[in-house]
């Protein structure tokens, strides 16, 4: 069972025996629309009922880590939020903190759920990031353009969709998609590097994401062997020219 259909199935609560989900939930899927802008001009609410403009969390510096969940998901959510929150606190451990580096911000994708739900989820997380709800035509604005397709059971309430975040530019343009209910830490470092392309990063930051390159077949970060080759090959080559070189002053002293 692929990614896409195992998320599909823990979200509906359903994972059959046989590869595959609910008929009604055929179309939850994520279409990826890289290079592409989100609408910054939409309009949600905060945990605390306040309006929060989307452009209000892209300053056109710093990278913004984006999870879809919605508050009353009874599976996957949770995991896609606890998978984000755990990579983030690994991110905080290596001096990459949240609001210096980054921004991030969870947005519910159930036009049914208030602030007050926004907010106890939040609390439960022991989140310091913004947690939004919104009305069905901004979730919807929302979600088309970043390919995040969901279907709710039209029986149970129940809501399919796939297990992935985003990682957006500083302008809001989509950058990358982390899928799956672990967010490898060193995978997120990488894509916030991208997306702000390396401008939020150390030297040593910079270096480390000329190394790795994304592999979309795997979803994941690897080493970029031959970048990392040519490196290995000028380090030889350095150590060549000084050990050539030392030898030739001390021929010639003692000459």
């Given amino acids: 069972m692929n990614r896409t259909l195992l998320a599909i199935a823990l979200a509906v609560g359903s994972l059959a025996a046989t590869p595959g989900s609910p008929d009604w939930a055929q179309d939850a899927d994520v279409v990826e629309h890289l290079g592409q802008k989100i609408p910054l001009d939409l309009t949600f609410r905060d945990s605390s009922g306040s309006d929060v403009a989307l452009r209000s969390l892209f300053d056109g510096t710093h990278p913004v880590y984006m999870v879809l969940a919605y508050y009353e998901c009874p599976q996957l959510c949770s995991l896609v939020l606890d998978a984000a929150r755990g990579a983030m606190r690994q991110l905080d451990s290596w001096g990459w903190h949240l609001g210096d580096q980054y921004r991030a911000v969870t947005i519910s994708f159930d036009a049914t759920e208030n602030p007050s739900q926004a907010m106890r989820k939040k609390l439960a997380m022991g989140a310091s990031w913004p947690f939004l709800v919104g009305n069905a035509a901004n ?99 350095l150590i060549v020219v000084v050990l050539v070189a030392s030898f030739a002053r001390f021929e010639r002293r003692r000459s």
């Fill in 139 to 237: 979730i919807e604005a929302l979600t088309d353009k970043l390919g995040f397709h969901f279907l709710r059971d039209p029986k149970t309430g129940a809501i399919a969709h796939a297990a992935v975040t985003f990682v957006l530019g500083p302008d809001g343009t989509i950058s990358r998609y982390l899928y799956g209910t672990d967010v490898p830490p060193r995978d997120l470092k990488l894509a916030l590097l991208e997306a702000s392309q390396g401008k939020t990063g150390s030297i040593g930051d910079r270096i480390l994401m000329r190394c790795f390159c994304y592999d979309p077949t795997t979803h994941r970060y690897g080493l970029f062997v031959k970048r990392f080759m040519q490196i290995g090959a000028a380090l030889i080559f």
